[in-house]
């Protein structure tokens, strides 16, 4: 069929480019994936082990939990999902079944990606290699085992919604708010919990206790106001300090997955918005 008049073409020109961003860009979706670190959560540690078939443990205090297979197997994994029950559990932390997820999947960080970068996603979720591992069941102690106790803890300590940005700060600004706080997800670990698991607001990124042997630094400017942007560009880059120094390995793979992954632009994004936060002093041992 031949377009012969300009308005019918225009038309038609919209409609395919509603239908593609409706349906998601998975490529990008792949760009959204590694600067939100999913691959370290639901790949297991051993050498060959599938990406995204989950597996992977996360000890806390209250348990141990394991990421699920997200590849698009429909029985192990998330292909039966449809678009909606992705964006629900990211956006509501709900299953598909309505249940909830417990928080140590962090949609409360994950509620505040956008639309467009969710739909992105899942787009690129459903190109992975489908695996029939199944997801591991979570070891938690026994008060912690009940999915309708989350409900009482969302009441307090979670805020559902994209995140809007702040019209007193530049673009720049903005856009490393939104991988810290939104993709990135930084202040699950680097931000520290009371004894119901909610986050203290008041000590934002100011470095948390995660085990007996393992800490999250403050990475507020108090700690990183000494390095300085392009010395810190290049350790969240190289994963190596200027002395030679190696971080621990639970950054390191954050710097091979995720911030050595982000485009030059957003790595500025992410370090100046870090820069610009209120300093605080380390969290007491």
Same mark, same amino acid.
């Given at each position: 069929? !031949?377009?012969? $008049? ?8 919209? !409609? ?28 297991? =540690?051993? *050498?060959? /082990?599938?990406?995204? &078939?989950?597996? #992977?443990?996360?000890? =806390? ?14 029985? /192990? ?6 678009? &909606? ?22 949609? $409360? ?12 996603? +899942?787009?690129?979720?459903? =190109?992975? *290699?489908?695996? &029939? ?11 912690? #085992? ?8 969302? +009441?307090?300590?979670?805020? /559902?919604?994209?995140? &809007? ?11 490393? #708010? ?12 680097? =931000? ?8 203290? *607001? ?16 403050? %990475? ?14 290049? %350790?969240?880059? $190289? ?38 936060? !209120? ?7």
């Amino acid at each position: 069929m !031949v377009l012969r $008049s300009p308005a019918l073409a225009g038309l038609f020109f919209l !409609v395919f480019s509603a239908l593609a961003l409706a349906q998601g860009d998975a490529k990008r979706g792949e760009y959204l994936s590694k600067a939100g670190g999913c691959i370290g959560c639901h790949t297991e =540690t051993r *050498k060959d /082990a599938q990406p995204f &078939a989950g597996g #992977r443990a996360l000890k =806390t205090p209250f348990g141990t939990f394991y990421g699920p297979n997200i590849t698009p197997d429909p029985k /192990a994994g998330i292909g039966s999902w449809k678009e &909606a029950d992705f964006i629900r559990a990211m956006r509501g932390g709900k299953r598909p079944d309505g249940a909830n997820y417990f928080p140590a999947f962090p949609y $409360s960080s994950f509620t505040r990606i956008s639309d467009a970068d969710l739909r992105d996603l +899942w787009a690129y979720l459903r =190109t992975l *290699k489908a695996s &029939a591992q199944p997801s591991k069941e979570h070891e938690l102690g026994f008060f912690y #085992r009940w999915r309708f106790l989350v409900t009482f803890w969302k +009441w307090l300590f979670f805020d /559902a919604g994209p995140l &809007a940005p702040d019209p007193s700060k530049s673009e720049q600004l903005n856009r490393g #708010r939104y991988l810290v706080d939104a993709l990135g997800h930084c202040g699950e670990c680097h =931000t520290p919990r009371n004894f119901l698991g909610g986050p203290k *607001k008041s000590r934002y990124l100011g470095g948390a206790k995660l085990g007996d042997d393992v800490n999250a630094p403050n %990475i507020t400017p108090t700690r990183l106001k000494k390095y300085g942007p392009a010395e810190l560009k290049d %350790i969240l880059t $190289s994963g190596l300090y200027a002395d030679g120094d190696v971080m621990g390995d639970t950054m390191s793979e954050v710097v091979k997955n995720t911030t050595s992954q982000l485009t030059a632009p957003d790595l500025d994004a992410l370090i100046a918005y870090l820069l610009s936060i !209120v300093p605080l002093p380390d969290e007491p041992k």
